[in-house]
Structure formats: C-alpha cells, structure tokens
T-cell receptor
Framework: GQSLEQPSEVTAVEGAIVQINCTYQ??????LSWYQQHDGGAPTFLSY????GLEETGRFSSFLSRSDSYGYLLLQELQMKDSASYFC??????????FGAGTRLTVKP | DGGITQSPKYLFRKEGQNVTLSCEQN?????MYWYRQDPGQGLRLIYY???????QKGDIAEGYSVSREKKESFPLTVTSAQKNPTAFYLC??????????????FGEGSRLTVL
C-alpha cells in the first residue's frame, strides 16, 4: 500500500527553526514534494526532492534520503504567517501524487 | 491570468442526488487530479487523468465518476452511491514532462455539504 507518516502538530516560537519529518512507504516512488495550506485555502507548492540531499528555497529547505524513505521540511526564521498545515506528498512513477495527513504548525509570539 | 477554476465554491445536496463539480484549467497542463479533504485530514486521491479520454482511479474512487473530454476540463460527479460525500474537494493540474518538479497547481476548492 501507500502511506506517508508525519507528525500531526508542531508548535514553535517566532524566529525559531522547526523541522517537519515525513516517512513514506510508496511503490514506484519518484520524488517528495511539500505543500503549505492555510485554513480554508488551497495547498501551495513549496519544494520538491527527486534526489538525495538538501534543496534550499529562501527560509524553507527540504531534504530527502531515498535509502531511509525519509524526508523533512525545515522552516527557518519562523514568522506568524507560517502558521498553517504542511503536507508531504509522494510522486510516483505513474505521475500520481499521494499526500500525508498533514502537520499543523502553530507559531507563537 | 492562467489558473484553475473550480465551481461552485459551495454546494448543498440532498441525500440521493448526484452533483457535478466543475474544474477548468487554462495552463495547458496535460494532467489533472481530484482530491478529497476532510476536516483536519490530508488529501486523498479520487481520480487523475494524464490525457484526454483517459483517467485512472485513485484510492477512494468508489461513488465518484469523472470525464476528460477536453484537455482543459475534468468534471467530478459525486453520485448517490458515495455514502459520506460531505467534504472539501480540490482539483489540481500539472505538466507531464521529464523535468517535472512535482508541482501541482490547485484550484480554490469546492465545499460540498449533504443535508
């Protein structure tokens, strides 16, 4: 079957760094994406890893280890507007995308 | 501007009725997807399509049907066979190229409530 596991909730303070982990069991795995979703809104794309290693995009970075079936999203210099749900999503080699249940991040002053 | 348009934004349905959710994109994307999201939950794949007149079932296709008669359009019908249809429905599209970065472009969603 397909499954992506991530923590349900994370809390951090403004200016801090937070890491959201994602482990996956996905047949035909091709790459791992990360999305942000604010309440009531549509998910927006943050990053993608097809190869092992770290991808950096501004305050956000994403990491993938294919041998460990593991990835994480790193958010630095947290801001209040970063409070949202974050989803990892596995791209499979047939081009479908399967999502984890999401991690709700709360940033406190 | 290019994007994905879902309609209606809010929809109420009586039990036993079929409803169709519209999804149109002008991004010239080959692939389109339908996801269902329940409160506090992740996105579950209902159907996806990579080419006109072809589509594949996702994890929760039972009680739903789709068509892909045009590249731009991928409507979803929630049938009366779907036992618990109240949810937030999201349509998405993507390119299908060798260098695809895994990005899905989402519409604003349709919230269906069964009365």
């Amino acid at each position: 079957g397909q499954s992506l596991e991530q923590p349900s909730e994370v809390t951090a303070v403004e200016g801090a760094i937070v890491q959201i982990n994602c482990t996956y069991q996905t047949s035909g795995f091709y790459g791992l994406s990360w999305y942000q979703q604010h309440d009531g809104g549509a998910p927006t794309f943050l990053s993608y890893n097809a190869l092992d290693g770290l991808e950096e995009t501004g305050r956000f970075s994403s990491f993938l280890s294919r041998s460990d079936s593991y990835g994480y999203l790193l958010l630095q210099e947290l801001q209040m507007k970063d409070s949202a749900s974050y989803f990892c999503a596995a791209r499979r080699n047939n081009n479908d995308m399967r999502f984890g249940a999401g991690t709700r991040l709360t940033v406190k002053p | 501007d290019g994007g994905i348009t879902q309609s209606p934004k809010y929809l109420f349905r009586k039990e036993g009725q079929n409803v169709t959710l519209s999804c149109e994109q002008n991004l010239n994307h080959d692939a389109m997807y339908w996801y269902r999201q329940d409160p506090g939950q992740g996105l579950r794949l209902i159907y996806y399509s990579q080419i006109v007149n072809d589509f594949q079932k996702g994890d929760i296709a039972e009680g739903y049907s789709v068509s892909r008669e045009k590249k731009e359009s991928f409507p979803l019908t929630v049938t009366s066979a779907q036992k618990n249809p109240t949810a937030f429905y999201l349509c998405a599209s993507s390119i299908l190229e060798a260098g695809w970065n895994g990005e899905l472009f989402f519409g604003e969603g349709s919230r269906l409530t069964v009365l």
